[in-house]
């Protein structure tokens, strides 16, 4: 059984990267747009998984490097693409984050994602993605798969009802 984790809501950015650095991310952020900041984050833990729902109501720069051993694979919810190490990233495409790299995220106001963040061993052992594939896409500059059709859909219309769940049983947001 997962571990459910009440929502985290931040009112400010630099509250927001206090928070992630403790928990061992090389992190910096810059809110972007004006007026006050409301930064959300909640997830569910698996041994070797987190799946988290984060959103971000102003536009932010973020500057991080993931912690060695993790991928993370965002999937936008909302119509606005991303833009990841200078490339634009619209809401139909995974980006594969990995260890070992920089990587730069301006967010838009009104970012709302979900994001895997795996341990690669986890990868390897359960082959979710064959390793020829994740080796190559890795290795390129910008690495991403697609995110489309009905099921596509289907997966995000399930994670949403998930956390609406897990907000239920844990209390109000």
Not at 25 to 31: E, L, N, R, Y
Not at 123 to 145: A, C, N, Q, Y
Not at 147 to 159: K, M, N, S
């Amino acid at each position: 059984m997962p571990q459910v984790v009440t929502p985290i809501n931040f009112r400010d950015v630099d509250q927001f990267m206090d928070w992630e650095t403790s928990l061992g991310w090389d992190i910096q952020g810059t809110q972007l747009s004006p007026g006050p900041s409301e930064i959300g984050f909640d997830h569910l833990t698996f041994p070797g998984l987190i799946v988290s729902h984060f959103y971000s109501r102003q536009a932010m720069l973020n500057v991080f490097e993931p912690p060695a051993g993790v991928v993370i694979f965002p999937i936008l919810r909302g119509p606005t693409p991303v833009t990841w190490n200078g490339m634009e990233i619209p809401p139909k495409l995974i980006p594969f984050v990995g260890p070992g790299r920089t990587h730069r995220v301006v967010i838009p106001a009104g970012w709302d994602c979900y994001e895997f963040i795996v341990a690669v061993d986890l990868i390897w052992k359960t082959e979710v993605f064959p390793r020829e594939f994740l080796d190559k896409e890795m290795s390129t500059g910008h690495p991403t798969i697609p995110l489309v059709g009905p099921v596509a859909h289907q997966f995000v219309r399930r994670l949403d009802r998930i956390f609406q769940e897990s907000r239920s049983s844990t209390g109000p947001d």
